[in-house]
């Protein structure tokens, strides 16, 4: 069955840092790839996502993420955060031909300091 | 551009009471999903619809039952609530992008 690790349970970060945030999944089949942003009371908004193709992806926000098959990682990357960025981040995959349903990880809290 | 509404918002019921969650999305969308969100655990699925009049059981479907009679809606109901079914709800929507909702904080006392 497939599942998703994120090993961060909190990540605090000085503004203008460059911070990554893991996630590793497991499955044997082929999977697409999301993250996903949580600000406090509010629903989830997606950051990027992989499908196909390249394997470095750009999201919203000036963050990105690449995709290492290898590995069975899918590290979410900005090289300067700022304090709106404090937020709960989700990485999830769903496997294809799977009617779609994500199966998140357990969520990593950045929290960026000024 | 409404996306996906849940309603209510909150609700504090009693155990043993029951309540349906609302879900109405405007995107056309055929797969509809809803999740329950509790601290440390992440998202985890519920029920999930492919189709106007079709359901099919997630991974912690117990205590809950999903209609799907609409397209555009798709209802979670607890038939007897448990303490154990405080949580955040969110449903979804979407293909290769799951549109959520606001959310759904339920406390059961």
């Known amino acids: 069955a497939q599942s998703v690790t994120q090993l961060d349970s909190q990540v605090p970060v000085f503004e203008e840092a460059p911070v990554e945030l893991r996630c590793n999944y497991s499955s044997s089949v082929s999977v697409y790839l999301f993250w996903y942003v949580q600000y406090p009371n509010q629903g989830l908004q997606l950051l990027l996502k992989y499908l196909s193709g390249s394997t470095l992806v750009k999201g919203i926000n000036g963050f990105e993420a690449e995709f290492n098959k290898s590995q069975t990682s899918f590290h979410l990357r900005k090289p300067s955060v700022h304090i709106s960025d404090t937020a709960e981040y989700f990485c999830a995959v769903s496997e294809v031909d799977s009617s779609y349903k994500l199966i998140f990880g357990s969520g990593t809290r950045l929290l960026v300091r000024p | 551009n409404a996306g996906v509404t849940q309603t209510p918002k909150f609700r504090v019921l009693k155990t043993g009471q029951s309540m349906t969650l609302l879900c109405a999305q405007d995107?056309?969308?055929?797969?509809m999903y809803w999740y329950r969100q509790d601290p440390g655990m992440g998202l985890r699925l519920i029920h999930y619809s492919v189709g106007e009049g079709t359901t099919a059981k997630g991974e912690v479907p117990d205590g809950y039952n999903v209609s799907r009679l609409k397209k555009q809606n798709f209802l979670l109901g607890l038939e007897s609530a448990a303490p154990s079914q405080t949580s955040v709800y969110f449903c979804a929507s979407g293909v290769t992008e799951a549109f959520f909702g606001q959310g759904t904080r339920l406390t059961v006392v």
């Open positions: 995107m056309n969308h055929e797969y």
